[in-house]
């Protein structure tokens, strides 16, 4: 079993719509949770993180995390074009080392 | 305040060649990062260093090598290309361990290497 699944898509929304991203994990040693976004020929850069289960919000991002599943999400509403990306999950233990998902791309037509 | 830098950004290089990929940051951060990054596989962890002269292995690290003699720098080195290490790499920083917010990285633009 890999430590961390995410689906790679492509995904595909119209302009507008609520986007739902999601990665599983295997390894309960996980304390902190993030979420890196990519755009096409661009280094990652931090989208969100949180280090408890329940739900962090900033602006129209969404980050959920539920332990007990080993199931994390990212949720965006209103997707615009701008917010065409790869998006990757992100994992780490505290030490120094991040596990990252292989990401799943989206696409948002206007 | 430049960030994370790669160098080059681009390179073709014939199996059995030697190149050397050069990261910089001006952030004065301890811990740096060499990945790759394959369709399909993510982010791979090759080498990484948690101070001046320290070096470790991360998850792919056969065929490199890396060099940490400058807190600011951090190179990973091919000694003999495959056509396995066509990839697009990346550098990596972040602030010492403590603070969820201090395992934020901060990535460099990307070196694009084809080895044929």
Same mark, same amino acid.
């Given at each position: 079993?890999?430590?961390?699944?995410?689906? #790679?898509?492509?995904?595909?929304? #119209?302009?507008?719509?609520?986007?739902?991203?999601?990665?599983?994990?295997?390894?309960?040693?996980?304390? $902190?949770?993030?979420?890196?976004?990519? $755009?096409?020929?661009?280094?990652?850069?931090?989208?969100?993180? @949180? $280090?408890?289960?329940?739900?962090?919000?900033?602006?129209? /991002? +969404?980050?959920?995390?539920?332990?007990?599943?080993? $199931?994390?999400?990212? /949720?965006?509403?209103?997707?615009?074009?701008?917010?065409?990306?790869?998006?990757?999950?992100?994992?780490? @233990?505290?030490?120094?080392? @991040?596990? /990252?998902?292989?990401? +799943?791309?989206?696409?948002?037509?206007a | 305040n430049a960030?994370?830098?790669?160098?080059?950004?681009?390179? &073709?290089?014939?199996? =059995?060649?030697?190149?050397?990929?050069?990261? *910089?940051?001006?952030? %004065?951060?301890?811990?740096?990062?060499?990945?790759?990054?394959?369709?399909?596989?993510?982010?791979?962890l090759i080498h990484?260093?948690?101070?001046?002269?320290?070096? !470790?292995? =991360?998850?792919?690290?056969?065929?490199? %090598?890396?060099?940490?003699?400058?807190?600011? %720098?951090?190179?990973?080195?091919?000694?003999? !290309? !495959?056509?396995?290490?066509?990839? &697009?790499?990346?550098? *990596?920083?972040?602030? *010492?361990?403590?603070? *969820?917010?201090?395992?934020?990285?901060?990535? =460099?633009?990307?070196?694009?290497?084809?080895?044929?």
């Amino acid at each position: 079993q890999k430590e961390v699944e995410q689906d #790679p898509g492509p995904l595909s929304v #119209p302009e507008g719509a609520i986007v739902s991203l999601n990665c599983t994990y295997s390894n309960s040693a996980f304390q $902190y949770f993030m979420w890196y976004r990519q $755009y096409s020929r661009k280094g990652p850069e931090l989208l969100m993180y @949180t $280090y408890s289960s329940g739900n962090k919000e900033d602006g129209r /991002f +969404t980050a959920q995390v539920d332990k007990s599943s080993k $199931y994390i999400s990212l /949720f965006i509403r209103d997707s615009q074009p701008s917010d065409s990306a790869t998006y990757l999950c992100a994992f780490d @233990t505290g030490g120094f080392k @991040t596990i /990252f998902g292989a990401g +799943t791309r989206l696409f948002v037509k206007a | 305040n430049a960030g994370v830098t790669q160098t080059p950004k681009f390179r &073709v290089l014939k199996t =059995g060649q030697s190149m050397t990929l050069l990261c *910089a940051q001006d952030m %004065n951060h301890e811990y740096m990062y060499w990945y790759r990054q394959d369709p399909g596989m993510g982010l791979r962890l090759i080498h990484y260093s948690v101070g001046e002269g320290t070096t !470790a292995k =991360g998850e792919v690290p056969d065929g490199y %090598n890396v060099s940490r003699l400058k807190k600011q %720098n951090f190179l990973l080195g091919l000694e003999s !290309a !495959a056509p396995s290490q066509t990839s &697009v790499y990346f550098c *990596a920083s972040s602030l *010492a361990s403590g603070r *969820a917010v201090s395992y934020e990285q901060y990535f =460099g633009p990307g070196t694009r290497l084809t080895v044929t």
